[in-house]
């Protein structure tokens, strides 16, 4: 089983309309005998969730199988499941929250028809059914949740190289600084140590591309070579209204796993 855990605190309030809660797991090199059945489409890289502009939908993401193809599939004998808590306050014991669990299956490999479950104990509180690979999604009948499942692009824009060669240099123990974005201060001080990145270009780029011709040119270390990584993740995309999600209160707490 594979679980990767994300919290939204107070996704009633205005604060979180501008905040992604995420947890990120891009190819760890986990053995493939350790996933559901042996089959890394139950491998979860991400899980995203944030509020819609109008404070009135949960949108969750769950990212699985890092280096997907086109011809890539969901697994259809394990369930992909967002587990969520509501709460009046935070933190309260778990048995005094409000838990919901959202579950989708593929009814098989071929067609790849998603059904998703929003369930709380016993009781189903929505249903979703149907071909959900058109990037448009399909809906409930009652309209509260919608679902897209398929093939999307994962990119990793980001300055690796010159990151490493910044934290391994002297300058970061003589008074380097950092600003809240963890982006060295000073360009002046710090230009010349992002220039040695070995992918030719100081600037972040997206290392889950193909690989381009002078990527690596004069580079011979291999941790920090763009091995075009095929970049691509298999996603479940869902919208749901959060009167379904809510009814222990205005804190909810997601998390995601895929199991039998």
């Known amino acids: 089983m594979r679980n990767t855990w994300i919290r939204a605190v107070g996704i009633l309030t205005a604060v979180v309309l501008s905040t992604t809660a ?11 005998n350790l996933f559901v059945g042996g089959d890394t489409s139950t491998d979860i890289t991400d899980i995203f969730v944030w509020m819609s502009p109008d404070s009135m939908k949960v949108k969750l993401v769950m990212d699985v199988a890092p280096g997907a193809m086109a011809n890539t ?7 992909y499941v967002f587990h969520t808590s509501s709460m009046a306050a935070f933190p309260l ?9 959202i579950i989708c299956t593929f009814d098989s490999a071929a067609t790849q028809h998603i059904n998703c479950w929003v369930v709380q104990g016993t009781t189903v509180l929505d249903f979703v059914t149907g071909d959900a690979s058109n990037t448009a999604g399909i809906t409930s009948v009652n309209g509260k949740v919608k679902v897209f499942a398929g093939l999307r692009d994962d990119p990793f824009f980001f300055n690796l190289a010159g990151f490493k060669k910044t934290t391994q240099s002297a300058a970061r123990a003589t008074g380097l600084t950092f600003d809240g974005h963890g982006c060295p201060a000073g360009a002046a001080a ?17 290392f889950f591309a193909p690989r381009a011709a002078n990527d690596n ?4 270390d291999p941790t920090i070579q763009n ?34």
Do not use: E, R
């Not at 014991?93 to 669990?101: E, G, N, R």
């Not at 040119?217 to 011979?220: F, I, N, P, Y």
């Open 22 to 32: 995420k947890g990120a797991d891009h190819g760890d090199g986990t053995p493939a």
């Open 73 to 79: 599939k969901f697994s259809n004998v394990v369930k």
């Open 93 to 101: 014991a778990p048995q005094t929250q409000m838990h919901v669990d």
């Open 190 to 206: 710090v230009a010349p140590l992002l220039n040695k990145d070995c992918t030719g270009a100081a600037a972040g780029k997206d």
């Open 217 to 220: 040119a004069g580079c011979t």
């Open 227 to 260: 091995h075009g990584l095929t970049g691509n993740v298999l996603a479940i995309a869902l919208l749901v209204d959060k009167s379904l999600l809510n009814q222990g209160g205005p804190i909810v707490s997601v998390w995601g796993a895929t199991t039998h």
